[in-house]
T-cell receptor, first 113, second 114 residues
Framework: AQSVTQPDIHITVSEGASLELRCNYS??????LFWYVQSPGQGLQLLLK??????LVQGIKGFEAEFKRSQSSFNLRKPSVHWSDAAEYFC???????????FGIGTKLQVIP | DAEITQSPRHKITETGRQVTLACHQT?????MFWYRQDLGHGLRLIHY???????NKGEVSDGYSVSRSNTEDLPLTLESAASSQTSVYFC?????????????FGPGTRLTVL
Protein backbone atom coordinates (compact mmCIF):
# COMPACT_ATOMS: atom_id res chain seq x y z
CA ALA A 1 0.00 0.00 0.00
CA GLN A 2 1.16 3.51 -0.70
CA SER A 3 1.94 5.92 2.12
CA VAL A 4 3.37 9.37 2.68
CA THR A 5 5.35 10.72 5.61
CA GLN A 6 5.69 14.40 6.36
CA PRO A 7 8.00 14.50 9.37
CA ASP A 8 7.50 18.17 10.20
CA ILE A 9 4.05 19.03 11.51
CA HIS A 10 4.82 22.70 12.01
CA ILE A 11 7.56 24.93 10.57
CA THR A 12 8.26 28.60 11.20
CA VAL A 13 10.40 30.66 8.84
CA SER A 14 11.16 34.35 8.50
CA GLU A 15 9.85 36.23 5.52
CA GLY A 16 12.50 36.23 2.79
CA ALA A 17 14.18 33.07 4.08
CA SER A 18 14.38 29.87 2.08
CA LEU A 19 12.01 27.00 2.71
CA GLU A 20 12.21 23.25 2.41
CA LEU A 21 9.34 20.96 3.38
CA ARG A 22 10.13 17.28 3.60
CA CYS A 23 8.16 14.41 2.14
CA ASN A 24 8.96 10.70 2.01
CA TYR A 25 6.79 8.18 0.24
CA SER A 26 6.33 4.46 0.03
CA UNK A 27 5.09 2.98 -3.22
CA UNK A 28 5.83 -0.19 -5.12
CA UNK A 29 6.29 1.34 -8.54
CA UNK A 30 7.18 4.70 -10.00
CA UNK A 31 4.98 7.06 -8.07
CA UNK A 32 2.90 9.99 -9.08
CA LEU A 33 3.74 12.68 -6.53
CA PHE A 34 2.01 15.91 -5.65
CA TRP A 35 2.18 18.90 -3.38
CA TYR A 36 -1.03 20.67 -2.44
CA VAL A 37 -1.50 23.86 -0.44
CA GLN A 38 -4.44 24.69 1.79
CA SER A 39 -5.04 28.24 2.95
CA PRO A 40 -7.11 28.67 6.12
CA GLY A 41 -10.76 27.82 5.54
CA GLN A 42 -10.14 26.81 1.95
CA GLY A 43 -9.95 23.65 -0.09
CA LEU A 44 -6.72 22.25 -1.47
CA GLN A 45 -4.93 23.68 -4.47
CA LEU A 46 -2.37 21.79 -6.52
CA LEU A 47 1.11 23.37 -6.36
CA LEU A 48 2.98 20.92 -8.55
CA LYS A 49 3.15 17.31 -9.63
CA UNK A 50 5.70 14.74 -10.75
CA UNK A 51 4.82 11.98 -13.17
CA UNK A 52 8.07 11.19 -14.98
CA UNK A 53 11.02 12.83 -16.69
CA UNK A 54 12.93 15.70 -15.17
CA UNK A 55 13.21 15.13 -11.44
CA LEU A 56 13.07 18.83 -10.65
CA VAL A 57 9.57 20.14 -11.19
CA GLN A 58 8.39 23.71 -11.12
CA GLY A 59 5.05 24.72 -9.75
CA ILE A 60 2.92 27.74 -9.14
CA LYS A 61 3.76 30.57 -6.72
CA GLY A 62 7.52 30.05 -7.16
CA PHE A 63 7.64 26.58 -5.63
CA GLU A 64 9.68 23.66 -6.88
CA ALA A 65 10.18 20.06 -5.80
CA GLU A 66 12.81 17.45 -6.46
CA PHE A 67 12.11 13.74 -6.85
CA LYS A 68 14.87 11.56 -5.45
CA ARG A 69 14.15 7.90 -6.06
CA SER A 70 17.13 6.68 -4.00
CA GLN A 71 15.80 8.52 -0.95
CA SER A 72 12.09 8.03 -1.68
CA SER A 73 11.70 11.74 -1.22
CA PHE A 74 9.89 14.60 -2.87
CA ASN A 75 10.82 17.73 -0.95
CA LEU A 76 9.21 21.08 -1.65
CA ARG A 77 11.37 24.21 -1.83
CA LYS A 78 11.05 27.93 -2.26
CA PRO A 79 14.05 30.27 -2.30
CA SER A 80 12.34 33.23 -0.62
CA VAL A 81 9.16 32.90 1.41
CA HIS A 82 6.44 35.53 1.38
CA TRP A 83 3.95 36.15 4.21
CA SER A 84 1.18 34.94 1.89
CA ASP A 85 2.79 31.49 1.80
CA ALA A 86 1.58 30.80 5.34
CA ALA A 87 -0.68 27.79 4.90
CA GLU A 88 -0.76 24.03 5.30
CA TYR A 89 1.08 21.93 2.76
CA PHE A 90 0.24 18.38 1.87
CA CYS A 91 2.37 15.87 0.03
CA UNK A 92 0.52 13.08 -1.75
CA UNK A 93 1.28 9.95 -3.74
CA UNK A 94 -1.02 8.67 -6.44
CA UNK A 95 -1.87 5.43 -8.17
CA UNK A 96 -2.78 6.21 -11.74
CA UNK A 97 -4.70 3.02 -12.21
CA UNK A 98 -7.33 4.14 -9.76
CA UNK A 99 -7.01 7.93 -9.95
CA UNK A 100 -6.65 7.99 -6.18
CA UNK A 101 -4.13 9.73 -3.98
CA UNK A 102 -2.91 9.16 -0.46
CA PHE A 103 -2.13 12.29 1.51
CA GLY A 104 0.41 12.97 4.22
CA ILE A 105 -0.72 14.55 7.47
CA GLY A 106 0.40 17.99 6.36
CA THR A 107 2.96 20.59 7.41
CA LYS A 108 1.71 23.91 8.72
CA LEU A 109 3.92 26.80 7.67
CA GLN A 110 4.09 29.96 9.74
CA VAL A 111 5.85 33.00 8.29
CA ILE A 112 7.14 35.65 10.67
CA PRO A 113 8.11 39.21 9.69
CA ASP B 1 -16.16 29.25 -14.80
CA ALA B 2 -16.40 25.62 -13.79
CA GLU B 3 -16.38 24.98 -10.09
CA ILE B 4 -17.09 22.51 -7.33
CA THR B 5 -19.39 23.54 -4.51
CA GLN B 6 -20.32 22.01 -1.19
CA SER B 7 -23.29 22.64 1.04
CA PRO B 8 -23.80 23.36 3.78
CA ARG B 9 -20.47 24.95 4.71
CA HIS B 10 -21.15 24.40 8.39
CA LYS B 11 -23.45 21.89 10.05
CA ILE B 12 -24.21 21.00 13.64
CA THR B 13 -26.18 17.86 14.30
CA GLU B 14 -26.93 15.41 17.07
CA THR B 15 -25.75 11.87 17.57
CA GLY B 16 -27.92 9.36 15.76
CA ARG B 17 -29.34 11.72 13.16
CA GLN B 18 -28.97 11.13 9.45
CA VAL B 19 -27.00 13.86 7.68
CA THR B 20 -26.40 14.45 3.99
CA LEU B 21 -23.62 16.65 2.66
CA ALA B 22 -23.97 17.89 -0.89
CA CYS B 23 -21.26 18.12 -3.54
CA HIS B 24 -21.90 19.60 -6.98
CA GLN B 25 -19.36 20.09 -9.76
CA THR B 26 -19.73 21.82 -13.12
CA UNK B 27 -16.46 20.50 -14.58
CA UNK B 28 -18.29 17.55 -16.17
CA UNK B 29 -15.75 15.29 -14.45
CA UNK B 30 -16.37 11.56 -14.27
CA UNK B 31 -14.40 11.03 -11.05
CA MET B 32 -15.59 12.33 -7.71
CA PHE B 33 -14.18 11.80 -4.22
CA TRP B 34 -15.07 12.45 -0.61
CA TYR B 35 -12.37 13.00 2.03
CA ARG B 36 -12.40 13.83 5.68
CA GLN B 37 -9.68 15.97 7.24
CA ASP B 38 -8.67 15.53 10.86
CA LEU B 39 -5.72 16.80 12.85
CA GLY B 40 -2.89 14.32 12.75
CA HIS B 41 -4.42 12.34 9.91
CA GLY B 42 -4.37 14.64 6.91
CA LEU B 43 -7.02 13.80 4.34
CA ARG B 44 -8.47 10.31 4.26
CA LEU B 45 -10.59 8.92 1.45
CA ILE B 46 -14.16 7.99 2.39
CA HIS B 47 -15.83 7.05 -0.91
CA TYR B 48 -15.22 7.66 -4.57
CA UNK B 49 -16.98 7.28 -7.89
CA UNK B 50 -15.74 6.87 -11.44
CA UNK B 51 -19.08 7.64 -13.07
CA UNK B 52 -22.84 7.45 -12.85
CA UNK B 53 -24.04 4.46 -10.83
CA UNK B 54 -20.48 3.66 -9.76
CA UNK B 55 -19.41 3.95 -6.11
CA ASN B 56 -16.45 2.52 -4.21
CA LYS B 57 -15.32 2.42 -0.60
CA GLY B 58 -12.25 4.26 0.55
CA GLU B 59 -10.13 3.67 3.63
CA VAL B 60 -12.62 5.13 6.14
CA SER B 61 -16.02 4.27 4.68
CA ASP B 62 -17.76 2.80 7.76
CA GLY B 63 -20.85 4.83 8.67
CA TYR B 64 -20.93 6.67 5.34
CA SER B 65 -22.66 6.07 2.02
CA VAL B 66 -22.78 7.77 -1.38
CA SER B 67 -24.86 7.48 -4.51
CA ARG B 68 -24.18 8.78 -8.01
CA SER B 69 -27.31 9.36 -10.05
CA ASN B 70 -25.81 11.97 -12.38
CA THR B 71 -22.41 13.31 -13.38
CA GLU B 72 -22.59 16.53 -11.38
CA ASP B 73 -23.48 15.35 -7.87
CA LEU B 74 -22.09 12.98 -5.24
CA PRO B 75 -23.95 13.42 -1.94
CA LEU B 76 -22.38 11.94 1.18
CA THR B 77 -24.76 10.49 3.78
CA LEU B 78 -23.98 9.75 7.39
CA GLU B 79 -26.57 7.12 8.24
CA SER B 80 -26.45 7.67 12.01
CA ALA B 81 -24.08 10.45 12.97
CA ALA B 82 -21.51 9.74 15.66
CA SER B 83 -19.22 12.14 17.54
CA SER B 84 -16.26 10.46 15.84
CA GLN B 85 -17.56 11.84 12.56
CA THR B 86 -17.00 15.43 13.64
CA SER B 87 -14.59 16.59 10.96
CA VAL B 88 -14.09 18.75 7.92
CA TYR B 89 -15.30 17.07 4.74
CA PHE B 90 -13.92 17.80 1.30
CA CYS B 91 -15.31 16.81 -2.04
CA UNK B 92 -13.07 16.62 -5.11
CA UNK B 93 -13.45 15.80 -8.78
CA UNK B 94 -11.16 14.90 -11.64
CA UNK B 95 -11.40 14.03 -15.30
CA UNK B 96 -11.28 10.43 -16.42
CA UNK B 97 -8.26 9.24 -18.37
CA UNK B 98 -5.45 6.76 -18.65
CA UNK B 99 -3.05 8.94 -16.75
CA UNK B 100 -3.58 10.75 -13.49
CA UNK B 101 -5.65 13.89 -13.69
CA UNK B 102 -5.59 16.70 -11.16
CA UNK B 103 -8.24 16.64 -8.48
CA UNK B 104 -10.08 19.91 -7.89
CA PHE B 105 -11.33 20.44 -4.37
CA GLY B 106 -14.41 22.09 -2.98
CA PRO B 107 -14.25 24.56 -0.07
CA GLY B 108 -15.19 21.96 2.55
CA THR B 109 -18.02 21.36 5.03
CA ARG B 110 -17.33 21.58 8.74
CA LEU B 111 -19.55 19.05 10.53
CA THR B 112 -19.99 18.94 14.28
CA VAL B 113 -21.81 16.00 15.87
CA LEU B 114 -22.94 16.66 19.44
Amino acid sequence: AQSVTQPDIHITVSEGASLELRCNYSYGATPYLFWYVQSPGQGLQLLLKYFSGDTLVQGIKGFEAEFKRSQSSFNLRKPSVHWSDAAEYFCAVGATSYQKVTFGIGTKLQVIP
Amino acid sequence: DAEITQSPRHKITETGRQVTLACHQTWNHNNMFWYRQDLGHGLRLIHYSYGVQDTNKGEVSDGYSVSRSNTEDLPLTLESAASSQTSVYFCASSAAGSSYNEQFFGPGTRLTVL
